[in-house]
């Protein structure tokens, strides 16, 4: 099983669209929860911290559920702009800051 | 100014060529990365290095060897490399590597071509 699972897209929306994406982690010790955008030839950007509490910036809503091992992110009001691949990265916490990515999801929003 | 900066942007090298990638950043963050990413693949981990100290080898061949001359720095030395080296190479820092909720920040990479 992969430490990070992400749902494999692609997922092809209309602009205006609402769409989420899941993502699962294994290792229970894991500390802490972003999503990153990487548009296509560009680096990995930082797009959200995930708080246990839950989190939004604009149209953009991440949701944590320790229990469950389960990251959300859900984006409201799709614009051209989002179309990327949305990568799930967890912080396991005892492996001295390395990062463990999901594969990713890629993102078309379409006219 | 949360910005990583990396040369060159792009590097075409042959096998027995000898070249260096250079990252630099100035947020005062003590943990610096290089990762490798293939095309439709996430980031690999190379190395981590923290208060200019290597951390973390993820059992990389010889043919890379990072370097940290000071705070801000952080080089990729390349030789005789393969054409499955070939890959974007990416450096990111963060603040401290151990600290919990430690974003890294992302440097918009090297696309390195061996023939």
């Known amino acids: 099983r992969k430490e990070v699972e992400q749902d494999p897209g692609p997922f092809n929306v209309p602009e205006g669209a609402t769409v989420a994406f899941n993502c699962t982690y294994s290792?229970?010790?894991?500390?802490?929860f972003f999503w990153y955008r990487q548009d296509c030839r560009k680096e990995p950007k930082l797009l959200m911290s995930?708080?246990?509490s839950g989190n939004e910036d604009g149209r953009f809503t991440a949701q944590l559920n320790r229990a469950s091992q389960y990251i959300s992110l859900l984006i409201r009001d799709s614009k051209l702009s989002d179309s990327a691949t949305y990568l799930c990265v967890v912080n396991i916490g005892n492996q001295g800051g390395k990062l463990i990515f999901g594969q990713g999801t890629e993102l078309s929003v379409k006219p | 100014d949360t910005e990583v900066t990396q040369t060159p942007k792009h590097l075409v090298m042959g096998m027995t060529n000898k070249k260096s990638l250079k990252c630099e950043q100035h947020?005062?963050?003590?943990?610096m990365y290089w990762y490798k990413q293939k095309a439709k693949k996430p980031p690999e981990l190379m190395f981590v290095?923290?208060?200019?100290?290597?951390?973390i080898n993820e059992s990389v061949p010889s043919r890379f060897s990072p370097e940290c001359p000071n705070s801000s720095l952080l080089n990729l030395h390349l030789h005789a490399l393969q054409p499955e080296d070939s890959a974007l190479y990416l450096c990111?820092?963060?603040?401290?590597?151990?600290?919990?909720?430690?974003?890294?920040?992302f440097g918009p990479g090297t696309r390195l071509t061996v023939l």
């Open positions: 990111a820092s963060s603040q401290d590597r151990l600290a919990a909720q430690t974003e890294q920040f």
């Open positions: 290095y923290s208060y200019e100290k290597l951390s």
């Open positions: 290792n229970s010790a894991s500390q802490s």
């Open positions: 947020m005062g963050h003590r943990a």
């Open positions: 995930v708080y246990s």
